[in-house]
């Protein structure tokens, strides 16, 4: 029993890290200059890293409130990020066979049939991101409300986190099959991996305090 109290333990912390981590890696493949080859492992690694703070999240969660929603929390969280990878390989593929086929096109017909092509199998690549969504949503909203009711986390960390996630969801809905970007709407996207760099961040904090205690 205390062997399991231990491992754990080492899940919730890791989960916590890989938390912080992740949020960080989300925002360097998304805005930072970096070389092709670092890019794409960033950005391939993000969304595994995101499971695994998932983890770490549910273990402690259900130790003090062992809900259903915590449940689909943790399934649709898991499901999310195994469809945020998938979308990203398939965005970086594309991108560079496109590439490939524009280096050796022989005419300027042949690169904007090229390029045309490129734009309706990139649109496989944008529906993946708001199936995406909304599994990545439904799973921050759940994880918001038990993390309100945590008694180691102040309730609004998740109550801010669920609203965050339920004004993306909808801003997607309304924009389908488009994004809300470029449908002229907010994007929360970005305030959404903020907040839970925060309460990362929050967890991280806890389990060290928790550590010190023992």
């Known amino acids: 029993m205390k062997q399991e109290k231990s491992t754990i333990h080492q899940i919730e912390k890791i989960g916590a890290i890989s938390g912080i981590v992740s949020v960080f890696f989300y925002f360097g493949a998304a805005v930072l200059p970096l070389p092709l080859t670092l890019g794409q492992l960033i950005g391939f690694a993000f969304p595994l890293l995101w499971i695994i703070s998932y983890m770490g999240l549910y273990h402690f969660l259900k130790k003090t409130h062992h809900t259903p929603t915590l449940e689909i929390a943790y399934i649709f969280g898991i499901i999310g990020g195994a469809l945020a990878c998938t979308l990203i390989v398939v965005q970086q593929a594309n991108i560079m066979w496109n590439q490939e086929a524009l280096a050796l096109a022989p005419s300027e ?98 389990l060290f305090k928790k550590k010190n205690s023992l």
């Open 109 to 206: 017909d042949t690169k904007a049939l090229l390029k045309a092509t490129f734009k309706g199998a990139n649109r496989v690549q944008a529906g993946l991101d708001v199936a995406f969504d909304i599994f990545i949503t439904i799973s921050l909203f759940f994880f918001g409300l038990n993390i309100a009711k945590s008694p180691k986390f102040p309730a609004f960390l998740g109550y801010i986190c669920s609203l965050i996630a339920a004004t993306l969801l909808i801003l997607n809905m309304i924009t389908f099959p488009n994004s809300p970007a470029s449908s002229g709407l907010f994007d929360v996207g970005p305030f959404m991996g903020i907040w839970m760099l925060v309460i990362y961040i929050w967890f991280t904090v806890v």
